[in-house]
């Protein structure tokens, strides 16, 4: 049985949808504010969320700092934005935060069961893909930018690097073909399948903030107009 963890202010909507969630089979916790959710989530009495459905716009703190805060924590946990505000800026805020998903209010329950039920669909078929062979444990980029895809774990000259797991698989997706350019179609075909929301500046965003967690290493991350992003391994 999913767990689902509803984070929103506005108590009556909190209520309908553990109703209706619970009347479809899900577990469901909700908490009316960022901070109660990540106290929750930070006790060792409750099994993480499978995903989250949270708002954006609420009281001291707002569903995209609850967000960052999570991933800063390295908890992928799988994220459903619900919002009244529907700006374009707004959403690409969202993915950039770590998001799964992106619901803009008012909506009917069809549609967050549908994308609830999407996204989880998506997260078990990715963590039930196959790992790789001990002969393909870990690929070496460079002296100092070393990936290791067993453990999904990056390094830079011996530091750890806290990556996403977009970010990381982006940078799994150039590293295994260095010097070969890839399009942001083919970079969202391969990170954000079946995700319609997302679009060019997802990835641009994506981009940069891996180029910003790689310091000097960002570098080899190239652009080439019309062709898209690569890993540059001839200066590496």
């Not at 009347?23 to 469901?28: I, R, T």
């Not at 916790?29 to 969320?49: I, K, Q, V, W, Y």
């Not at 992106?102 to 549908?114: C, E, G, M, N, Q």
């Not at 669909?121 to 895809?149: A, F, H, V, W, Y």
């Amino acid at each position: 049985m999913a767990r689902v963890l509803v984070v929103d202010d506005e108590q009556d909507l909190c209520e309908i949808l553990r109703f209706n969630l619970e009347s479809e089979g899900f577990e469901v916790l909700t908490c009316e504010g960022a901070e109660e959710a990540l106290t929750l989530m930070s006790e060792n009495t409750h099994r993480e969320p499978d995903l989250i459905l949270l708002d954006v716009m609420m009281g001291e703190m707002s569903g995209f700092e609850m967000a960052k805060k999570l991933r800063e924590q390295n908890i992928n946990t799988p994220i459903i934005f619900l919002t009244a505000r529907d700006d374009h800026d707004d959403q690409l805020t969202g993915f950039a935060c770590g998001a799964d998903d992106y619901i803009t209010k008012p909506f009917s329950f069809d549609t967050v069961l549908a994308r609830v039920k999407a996204v989880l669909k998506r997260t078990k078929s990715q963590s039930e893909s196959p790992q790789p062979s001990k002969s393909d444990n870990t690929t070496l980029c460079c002296s100092g930018l070393i990936i290791d895809t067993n453990h999904q774990t990056v390094t830079v000259q011996g530091a750890p690097v806290e990556l996403t797991r977009r970010e990381y698989l982006i940078l799994c997706l150039m590293a295994k073909s260095p010097n070969q350019y890839f399009s942001r179609e083919k970079i969202m075909a391969a990170v954000w399948p079946n995700n319609a929301l997302v679009n060019d500046r997802s990835v641009d965003v994506h981009i940069a903030r891996l180029r910003k967690k790689l310091g000097s290493y960002g570098r080899f991350i190239v652009n080439r107009t019309g062709f898209g992003y690569a890993l540059n391994s001839n200066n590496l």
